[in-house]
Nanobody, 126 residues
Framework: QVQLVEAGGGLVQAGGSLRLSCAASGRTSGRFVMAWFRQAPGKEREFVAAGNWQDGSTDYSDSVKGRFSISRDNRKTTGYLQMNSLKPEDTATYYC???????????????????WGRGTQVTVSS
């Protein structure tokens, strides 16, 4: 079992930055993929970024590529989503997700993740 707790959301002006964190407890060694999804009111949950903690590979949605960066600490207990050049359309609840068996081609599919945090709100004002 893996437990995930997000932190770091808040209100920021357009063009600003925020760093979200996702504290993971439980078994995070070996094969482990952590992803970030977001959901705005009235919209479906969408993929933002994902990273494989074992081999360091990452991927991003086109809407955040070049602005957001996913990483983890060396102890493999906390994942991060660094968000730069924020836009009002980035406003959403951001969720951390993780899975130990997901394949690369399924990283974008929220239904394939077994573990989820409760989310943290990010609001970008114009």
């Amino acid at each position: 079992q893996v437990q995930l707790v997000e932190a770091g959301g808040g209100l920021v002006q357009a063009g600003g930055s925020l760093r979200l964190s996702c504290a993971a407890s439980g078994r995070t060694s070996g094969r482990f993929v952590m992803a970030w999804f977001r959901q705005a009111p009235g919209k479906e949950r969408e993929f933002v970024a994902a990273g494989n903690w074992q081999d360091g590979s990452t991927d991003y949605s086109d809407s955040v590529k070049g602005r957001f960066s996913i990483s983890r600490d060396n102890r493999k207990t906390t994942g991060y989503l660094q968000m730069n050049s924020l836009k009002p359309e980035d406003t959403a609840t951001y969720y951390c997700a993780a899975d130990r068996t997901i394949i690369r081609s399924s990283w974008y599919n929220s239904s394939q993740y077994d573990y989820w945090g409760r989310g943290t709100q990010v609001t970008v004002s114009s």
